[in-house]
């Protein structure tokens, strides 16, 4: 079973910076493509609570979607000097961070706005991306589900975190035919989720 962070949406950093953000949760989960993460997109329809400075945001994510990722860099920093808690801004490094493969960097990122701002679902979905991506599928799941405490409606996060529901009954049923080889009930399910996943039934990653 693929355990790339591209096996599931990346749909965080998408929702904020426009739908081709989302791609995969799979890591290639850091990238920007599939994640609900990857970045397609140039739109700014960031909705509440991001609102100020749309021509700011628009700037940066336009170089993220031309994969100019350093200047990209370059000016999100510079945006953060003078505005260091800005959501928004901080959002989108993360999904940069990510894409750069900055994975540790984008994780605590993500981390820290989950703190400072516990009432968006973004950075948590996001965050479970990167958790995904490392094999922390746990990890994924906690994350997931406060991102669908903060939002109900985030569709986005549901699909990811049955993804992350499967990754997880593939770990069990894989340890359960270590344990017992021969456990003929075990056997047709982790085939049927390999299935699943396998590169030609799993659509590929999109920004």
Known sequence: MQTSVDTFRKAAAIALMGSALIGALSPAVVRAQAYGMPVTTTT???????APYVDDYTKVTKL????QLKEALVDADRY???????????????????EMGQAADAMSLFTTLTQDYPELPEPYNNLAVLYAAD???????????????????????????????????????SKALQLEPYKTTAQPKLALIRTLFSPATTPASKP
Do not use: C, H, W
Request: hydrophobic residues 40%; charged residues 20%.
């Open 64 to 67: 993220v979607s031309a994969k």
């Open 135 to 173: 094999n922390q599928f746990e990890q994924a799941r906690i994350a997931l589900e406060m991102a669908i405490r903060t939002n109900p409606s985030y569709a986005t996060a549901y699909e990811n975190l049955g993804d992350v529901y499967v990754k997880l009954a593939s770990q069990s049923y």
């Open 80 to 98: 953060l000097e003078s505005k260091p808690k800005d959501p928004q801004m901080r959002f989108i490094k993360g999904v940069i961070l990510t």
């Open 44 to 50: 700014a329809n960031f909705g509440t609570p991001f």
